[in-house]
């Protein structure tokens, strides 16, 4: 019987020792995998890169509304898929230098811009390098004037 209360106490014991070496390698995975979130944080915040690389972006029509929070401006944006991250383009707001500063008005924005490129010219301190998309662009002939098709033909 003592022997059977030995082998008992060894299986418990060693249970035990795996127990406690799983919860710390759990905790080591945790914290590991925090580090690599936090890290992946602040270099997005400091790496100012665009969504897409340089001439596979989409161009869109942004508006930015007057009065509009910069959280509502930041789903705007990553809604519309100019930036990958709403949460990312808020702690980059924070730290830049045009920090609630938006222009009311319609803007060409890239998902090829970064953070800064965006916010420079939603804040009408640049004008933006690309073009308005096509669709957005007034069609000819529905300024309220006369159609002038046929124009300049000898006939």
């Known amino acids: 019987m003592r022997k059977m209360r030995t082998t008992i106490g060894v299986v418990i ?23 690599k979130h936090y890290y992946d944080v602040g270099y997005g915040v400091f790496s100012q890169q665009g969504k897409d690389a340089r001439g596979t972006g989409k161009v869109v029509a942004f508006t930015v509304e007057e009065g509009v929070k910069v959280t509502k401006l930041a789903e705007q944006l990553e809604e519309q898929g100019i930036i990958d991250s709403a949460r990312l383009f808020l ?65």
């Open 13 to 35: 014991d060693t249970l035990g020792s795996i127990i406690i070496y799983a919860v710390i390698a759990a905790a080591i995975l945790f914290m590991a995998g925090q580090a």
């Open 91 to 155: 702690i980059q707001e924070r730290v830049s230098d045009y920090a609630g500063m938006y222009v009311a008005g319609t803007y060409a924005l890239s998902s090829e811009m970064t953070t800064e490129e965006i916010m420079r010219v939603i804040s009408a301190k640049e004008a933006s390098p690309y073009e308005m998309p096509a669709e957005e662009q007034p069609v000819e002939g529905t300024d309220g004037g006369e159609e002038t098709e046929g124009e300049g033909e000898e006939g």
